[in-house]
Protein backbone atom coordinates (compact mmCIF):
# COMPACT_ATOMS: atom_id res chain seq x y z
CA UNK A 1 0.00 0.00 0.00
CA UNK A 2 1.14 3.83 -0.84
CA UNK A 3 1.05 3.94 3.18
CA UNK A 4 3.62 1.73 3.77
CA UNK A 5 6.49 3.02 0.80
CA UNK A 6 5.54 5.11 -1.61
CA UNK A 7 7.05 6.11 -4.85
CA UNK A 8 10.11 7.84 -3.40
CA UNK A 9 11.37 4.43 -1.42
CA UNK A 10 14.89 3.78 -2.55
CA UNK A 11 15.22 -0.37 -1.46
CA UNK A 12 14.34 -3.09 -4.52
CA UNK A 13 12.01 -5.58 -3.97
CA UNK A 14 14.74 -8.08 -2.37
CA UNK A 15 16.19 -5.32 -0.21
CA UNK A 16 12.27 -4.35 1.21
CA UNK A 17 11.60 -7.63 1.69
CA UNK A 18 14.48 -8.49 3.82
CA UNK A 19 13.69 -5.21 5.53
CA UNK A 20 10.36 -6.65 6.37
CA UNK A 21 11.43 -10.16 7.44
CA UNK A 22 14.24 -9.14 9.80
CA UNK A 23 11.61 -6.96 11.85
CA UNK A 24 9.22 -9.72 11.79
CA UNK A 25 11.61 -12.07 13.07
CA UNK A 26 12.72 -9.75 15.59
CA UNK A 27 9.68 -9.17 16.78
CA UNK A 28 8.41 -12.70 17.40
CA UNK A 29 11.57 -13.19 19.33
CA UNK A 30 11.44 -10.88 21.69
CA UNK A 31 7.69 -10.54 22.20
CA UNK A 32 6.48 -12.05 25.51
CA UNK A 33 2.69 -11.02 26.26
CA UNK A 34 1.37 -12.76 22.63
CA UNK A 35 2.42 -15.81 24.23
CA UNK A 36 -0.11 -15.79 26.59
CA UNK A 37 -2.53 -13.35 25.55
CA UNK A 38 -5.10 -14.19 22.56
CA UNK A 39 -5.15 -11.75 19.16
CA UNK A 40 -8.24 -10.70 17.75
CA UNK A 41 -7.87 -8.95 14.13
CA UNK A 42 -6.57 -7.90 12.50
CA UNK A 43 -9.08 -5.26 11.46
CA UNK A 44 -7.59 -3.17 9.36
CA UNK A 45 -4.74 -0.04 9.29
CA UNK A 46 -7.81 2.47 9.48
CA UNK A 47 -9.87 1.36 12.13
CA UNK A 48 -9.13 3.61 15.29
CA UNK A 49 -11.80 2.73 18.16
CA UNK A 50 -12.81 -1.08 19.31
CA UNK A 51 -15.59 -2.26 21.58
CA UNK A 52 -14.27 -3.40 24.85
CA UNK A 53 -17.15 -4.93 27.02
CA UNK A 54 -16.11 -6.00 30.85
CA UNK A 55 -17.85 -9.20 31.40
CA UNK A 56 -19.74 -11.01 35.10
CA UNK A 57 -20.30 -14.56 35.34
CA UNK A 58 -18.21 -17.09 36.67
CA UNK A 59 -20.37 -20.55 37.60
CA UNK A 60 -20.02 -23.56 35.12
CA UNK A 61 -22.93 -24.27 32.50
CA UNK A 62 -26.40 -25.66 33.87
CA UNK A 63 -27.90 -28.93 32.94
CA UNK A 64 -31.36 -29.50 32.95
CA UNK A 65 -34.15 -31.02 30.69
CA UNK A 66 -35.46 -28.06 29.73
CA UNK A 67 -33.39 -25.27 30.11
CA UNK A 68 -35.84 -23.03 32.04
CA UNK A 69 -33.57 -22.58 34.99
CA UNK A 70 -31.17 -19.25 35.47
CA UNK A 71 -27.73 -20.09 34.22
CA UNK A 72 -26.05 -17.06 35.15
CA UNK A 73 -25.43 -15.58 31.92
CA UNK A 74 -22.28 -14.23 31.15
CA UNK A 75 -22.80 -10.74 30.21
CA UNK A 76 -21.15 -7.46 29.71
CA UNK A 77 -21.42 -5.08 32.94
CA UNK A 78 -19.74 -2.57 31.19
CA UNK A 79 -19.31 -1.50 27.97
CA UNK A 80 -16.75 1.43 26.29
CA UNK A 81 -15.32 2.55 23.41
CA UNK A 82 -11.15 1.77 23.39
CA UNK A 83 -9.08 3.89 21.36
CA UNK A 84 -6.74 2.13 19.28
CA UNK A 85 -2.99 4.02 20.12
CA UNK A 86 -0.04 3.70 17.76
CA UNK A 87 3.44 1.88 18.75
CA UNK A 88 6.40 3.14 17.01
CA UNK A 89 10.02 3.26 16.35
CA UNK A 90 11.92 4.93 13.11
CA UNK A 91 15.27 3.78 12.33
CA UNK A 92 17.21 5.49 9.31
CA UNK A 93 19.10 3.87 6.23
CA UNK A 94 21.80 6.10 4.89
CA UNK A 95 22.26 6.48 0.97
CA UNK A 96 26.42 6.00 1.09
CA UNK A 97 25.22 2.31 2.76
CA UNK A 98 22.70 1.75 0.68
CA UNK A 99 24.92 2.41 -2.41
CA UNK A 100 27.94 0.53 -0.62
CA UNK A 101 26.08 -2.47 -0.68
CA UNK A 102 24.70 -2.72 -4.30
CA UNK A 103 28.21 -1.87 -5.54
CA UNK A 104 30.17 -4.54 -3.28
CA UNK A 105 27.06 -6.86 -3.88
CA UNK A 106 26.82 -7.43 -0.22
CA UNK A 107 23.36 -7.81 1.62
CA UNK A 108 21.68 -4.82 3.29
CA UNK A 109 22.91 -4.20 6.83
CA UNK A 110 19.26 -4.50 8.58
CA UNK A 111 20.26 -3.55 12.21
CA UNK A 112 18.69 -0.72 12.39
CA UNK A 113 15.30 -2.20 11.31
CA UNK A 114 16.26 -4.74 13.74
CA UNK A 115 16.94 -2.37 16.67
CA UNK A 116 13.27 -0.18 15.78
CA UNK A 117 11.85 -3.63 15.88
CA UNK A 118 13.12 -4.71 19.23
CA UNK A 119 12.15 -1.36 21.08
CA UNK A 120 8.67 -1.56 19.13
CA UNK A 121 8.31 -4.96 20.64
CA UNK A 122 9.33 -3.90 24.20
CA UNK A 123 6.39 -0.86 23.72
CA UNK A 124 4.00 -3.46 23.38
CA UNK A 125 4.57 -5.96 25.97
CA UNK A 126 5.07 -2.66 28.32
CA UNK A 127 1.43 -1.78 27.27
CA UNK A 128 0.09 -5.68 28.13
CA UNK A 129 1.68 -5.69 31.66
CA UNK A 130 1.83 -2.12 32.82
CA UNK A 131 -0.92 -0.34 30.42
CA UNK A 132 -0.33 3.67 30.50
CA UNK A 133 -1.61 5.97 33.36
CA UNK A 134 -0.95 8.98 30.56
CA UNK A 135 -3.19 7.24 27.87
CA UNK A 136 -5.56 5.89 30.31
CA UNK A 137 -4.93 1.91 29.30
CA UNK A 138 -5.23 -0.47 31.78
CA UNK A 139 -2.48 -3.70 31.87
CA UNK A 140 -2.35 -7.31 33.39
CA UNK A 141 -0.43 -6.25 36.21
CA UNK A 142 -2.12 -2.94 37.22
CA UNK A 143 -5.70 -3.32 36.61
CA UNK A 144 -8.62 -3.19 39.27
CA UNK A 145 -10.38 -6.26 39.74
CA UNK A 146 -7.23 -8.30 39.96
CA UNK A 147 -6.29 -10.55 42.97
CA UNK A 148 -2.99 -9.81 44.66
CA UNK A 149 -0.85 -12.40 46.43
CA UNK A 150 1.84 -11.14 48.45
CA UNK A 151 4.74 -13.61 47.80
CA UNK A 152 7.20 -15.10 49.90
CA UNK A 153 11.03 -14.86 49.43
CA UNK A 154 12.19 -16.86 46.49
CA UNK A 155 15.49 -16.93 47.44
CA UNK A 156 14.80 -20.08 49.81
CA UNK A 157 13.85 -23.01 47.51
CA UNK A 158 10.55 -24.14 47.35
CA UNK A 159 8.75 -20.64 48.14
CA UNK A 160 8.06 -20.00 44.52
CA UNK A 161 6.28 -23.38 43.95
CA UNK A 162 4.47 -22.75 47.46
CA UNK A 163 2.97 -18.99 45.78
CA UNK A 164 2.16 -20.85 42.86
CA UNK A 165 0.11 -23.54 44.24
CA UNK A 166 -1.82 -20.48 46.24
CA UNK A 167 -2.11 -18.08 43.60
CA UNK A 168 -4.14 -21.10 41.61
CA UNK A 169 -5.53 -21.98 44.32
CA UNK A 170 -7.57 -18.31 44.10
CA UNK A 171 -8.19 -18.83 40.64
CA UNK A 172 -9.80 -21.63 40.97
CA UNK A 173 -12.20 -20.39 44.05
CA UNK A 174 -12.69 -17.54 41.84
CA UNK A 175 -13.88 -19.63 39.02
CA UNK A 176 -11.13 -19.39 36.52
CA UNK A 177 -9.97 -23.25 36.53
CA UNK A 178 -7.12 -22.78 33.83
CA UNK A 179 -4.88 -23.18 32.50
CA UNK A 180 -2.85 -20.93 33.67
CA UNK A 181 0.23 -19.01 32.48
CA UNK A 182 2.85 -16.86 34.33
CA UNK A 183 4.83 -13.97 33.73
CA UNK A 184 7.75 -13.00 36.11
CA UNK A 185 10.21 -10.23 36.44
CA UNK A 186 13.94 -12.23 35.35
CA UNK A 187 15.46 -12.20 38.77
CA UNK A 188 12.14 -14.14 40.01
CA UNK A 189 12.67 -16.48 37.13
CA UNK A 190 16.36 -16.87 37.66
CA UNK A 191 15.23 -17.71 41.33
CA UNK A 192 12.92 -20.92 39.79
CA UNK A 193 15.85 -22.67 38.99
CA UNK A 194 16.70 -24.11 42.50
CA UNK A 195 16.80 -27.41 43.34
CA UNK A 196 13.13 -28.37 44.94
CA UNK A 197 14.01 -29.63 48.38
CA UNK A 198 13.47 -33.29 48.94
CA UNK A 199 12.45 -33.71 45.04
CA UNK A 200 16.23 -33.74 42.80
CA UNK A 201 14.20 -31.98 40.23
CA UNK A 202 14.44 -28.05 39.57
CA UNK A 203 11.46 -25.99 41.08
CA UNK A 204 11.13 -24.19 37.72
CA UNK A 205 9.83 -28.24 36.75
CA UNK A 206 7.33 -28.42 39.08
CA UNK A 207 5.87 -25.19 38.31
CA UNK A 208 5.67 -26.09 34.13
CA UNK A 209 3.54 -28.84 35.55
CA UNK A 210 0.95 -26.68 36.81
CA UNK A 211 1.26 -23.73 34.40
CA UNK A 212 0.60 -25.32 31.38
CA UNK A 213 0.36 -22.69 28.97
CA UNK A 214 3.69 -21.31 29.97
CA UNK A 215 5.88 -19.71 32.18
CA UNK A 216 7.98 -16.50 31.13
CA UNK A 217 10.05 -13.89 32.26
CA UNK A 218 9.63 -10.35 30.66
CA UNK A 219 12.31 -7.28 31.84
CA UNK A 220 9.38 -5.11 31.13
CA UNK A 221 7.79 -6.71 34.38
CA UNK A 222 8.34 -4.56 37.48
CA UNK A 223 11.71 -6.49 39.58
CA UNK A 224 10.12 -8.49 42.63
CA UNK A 225 6.48 -8.96 40.89
CA UNK A 226 4.81 -11.43 38.48
CA UNK A 227 1.46 -12.84 37.70
CA UNK A 228 -0.45 -15.77 36.88
CA UNK A 229 -3.45 -15.73 34.72
CA UNK A 230 -6.47 -18.21 33.46
CA UNK A 231 -5.34 -17.63 29.17
CA UNK A 232 -8.51 -17.34 27.20
CA UNK A 233 -10.13 -14.81 25.28
CA UNK A 234 -12.62 -14.72 26.70
CA UNK A 235 -11.04 -13.54 29.66
CA UNK A 236 -8.36 -10.85 27.67
CA UNK A 237 -7.25 -10.49 24.46
CA UNK A 238 -5.11 -8.41 22.02
CA UNK A 239 -7.35 -6.64 19.50
CA UNK A 240 -4.96 -5.69 16.64
CA UNK A 241 -5.63 -3.16 13.84
CA UNK A 242 -2.66 -3.26 11.86
CA UNK A 243 -0.11 -5.66 13.19
CA UNK A 244 3.39 -4.76 12.98
CA UNK A 245 4.90 -3.83 9.72
CA UNK A 246 7.68 -1.03 8.02
CA UNK A 247 6.47 2.32 6.51
CA UNK A 248 8.89 4.55 4.60
CA UNK A 249 8.49 8.41 5.77
CA UNK A 250 10.23 9.99 3.13
CA UNK A 251 13.86 11.18 2.24
CA UNK A 252 15.47 13.28 4.91
CA UNK A 253 18.78 15.32 3.89
CA UNK A 254 19.41 12.35 1.65
CA UNK A 255 18.85 9.71 3.81
CA UNK A 256 16.01 7.43 4.36
CA UNK A 257 14.13 7.24 7.57
CA UNK A 258 10.96 4.22 7.76
CA UNK A 259 8.92 3.68 10.57
CA UNK A 260 8.26 0.43 12.41
CA UNK A 261 4.35 0.50 13.71
CA UNK A 262 1.43 -1.38 14.92
CA UNK A 263 -1.79 -0.55 16.24
CA UNK A 264 -3.19 -2.74 18.90
CA UNK A 265 -5.24 -2.42 22.46
CA UNK A 266 -5.56 -4.72 25.10
CA UNK A 267 -8.95 -5.76 26.22
CA UNK A 268 -9.24 -7.07 29.66
CA UNK A 269 -12.61 -8.32 30.31
CA UNK A 270 -12.93 -10.38 33.18
CA UNK A 271 -10.35 -9.10 35.33
CA UNK A 272 -10.65 -11.84 38.46
CA UNK A 273 -8.73 -13.99 36.00
CA UNK A 274 -5.41 -12.47 36.50
CA UNK A 275 -3.29 -12.71 40.13
CA UNK A 276 -0.44 -10.95 40.35
CA UNK A 277 3.03 -11.74 43.07
CA UNK A 278 3.95 -9.15 44.91
CA UNK A 279 6.52 -8.56 46.97
CA UNK A 280 5.44 -8.38 50.80
CA UNK A 281 4.60 -11.57 52.47
CA UNK A 282 7.22 -12.96 55.17
CA UNK A 283 4.68 -15.52 56.92
CA UNK A 284 4.10 -18.91 55.66
CA UNK A 285 0.64 -17.86 54.19
CA UNK A 286 1.13 -14.77 52.18
CA UNK A 287 -1.64 -12.29 52.50
CA UNK A 288 -3.97 -11.90 49.58
CA UNK A 289 -6.35 -9.18 48.60
CA UNK A 290 -8.01 -7.74 45.77
CA UNK A 291 -6.94 -4.45 43.50
CA UNK A 292 -9.86 -1.78 44.34
Not at 222 to 242: C, R, W, Y
Amino acid sequence: MPIFAHEENPLNDQEWENIKAVVIDVARKRLVGRRIVDLHGPLGAGIQTIVHDHFSGTTIGRIGLLGEEESDPVRSVRRESGIIPLIYKDFVLHWRDIESARQSGTPLDTSAAAGAAAFCADAEDDLIFNGSAEMGYEGLMVVEGRHILGRRDWAEAGNAFKDVVDATQILVQAGYYGPYAMVVSPTLYTQMHQVHPGTGVLEIEHIRQLITDGVYQSPLIKEGFGMIVATGSQNFDLAVAQDLTVAYLGAEHMNHPFRVFESVYLRIKRHGSICTLEPGATDEKPARRRAR
